[in-house]
């Protein structure tokens, strides 16, 4: 398994409040994603980062707000729940360009905003 | 835009029968391709993956796939499941020339195995 670990791993918050998710790696690679898994939606990139300071928007990321200030970690922020960000967040790692690699997975945050 | 069909969502098989899971994207140029697999309870964990060569790829634990680039197609099988295959699927494409590191999924199918 990829050298992956997310905090927290389930979470429940109420509408309105923020929410901060990490990701950490041992790995060392360059690349970093996050992923929301919804049902009968399979995965969809939220964000990505390809280096330090260096992140840009996915397919879903409205509502969201990343930041990449070491290469080991990438967080993942919902600057104010809502119940429809209700979901499983993935984040992923890849060591090379995203075409030409493949991205590992962490083990998964479950988050519920009631 | 790429797009990823996978076309059953839900399979149920007994233990020794044969499996086919169909994938089909939507992207006339060069692609990466993937099966992962996602036990319950668990995160997402590669299958195989095809990216140039062989068209049929194998993986682990006796699955195999086969791309077939007339048919956009690239179907996941495996001659003999077991009970511990009983988990979700999910196709996924990369494609040269889309977003960097997009990586786009398909809904995923269910796998659900009798002993």
């Known amino acids: 398994d990829a050298g992956i670990t997310q905090s927290p791993r389930h979470k429940v918050t109420e509408t309105g409040t923020p929410v901060t998710l990490r990701c950490h790696q041992t790995?060392?690679?360059?690349?970093m994603y996050w992923y929301r898994q919804d049902p009968g939606h399979g995965l969809r990139l939220i964000h990505y980062s390809y280096g330090v300071k260096d992140t840009d928007k996915g397919e879903v990321s409205d509502g969201y707000s990343v930041s990449r200030s070491k290469t080991e970690d990438f967080l993942l922020t919902l600057e104010s729940a809502t119940s429809s960000q209700t979901s499983v967040y993935f984040c992923?790692?890849?060591?090379?360009?995203?075409?030409?690699?493949?991205?590992?997975f962490g083990p998964g945050t479950r988050l519920t905003v009631l | 835009a790429q797009s990823v069909s996978q076309h059953n969502h839900h399979v149920i098989l007994s233990e020794a029968a044969s499996l086919e899971l169909g994938c089909n994207y939507s992207y006339g140029g060069t692609v990466n391709l993937f099966w992962y697999v996602q036990y319950p309870g668990q995160h997402l964990q590669l299958l195989l993956k095809?990216?140039?060569?062989?068209?049929l790829v194998k993986g682990i634990k006796g699955f195999e796939a086969e791309f077939i680039k007339s048919k956009f197609s690239f179907n996941l099988r495996k001659p003999s499941v077991q009970w511990s295959d009983t988990a979700e699927y999910f196709c996924a494409v990369n494609a040269l020339g889309g977003s960097q590191g997009n990586l786009i999924f398909g809904k995923g199918t269910k796998l659900s195995v009798k002993p």
């Open positions: 095809y990216f140039s060569g062989d068209p």
């Open positions: 992923a790692i890849s060591e090379n360009e995203g075409y030409t690699d493949t991205q590992y």
């Open positions: 790995e060392n690679h360059r690349y």
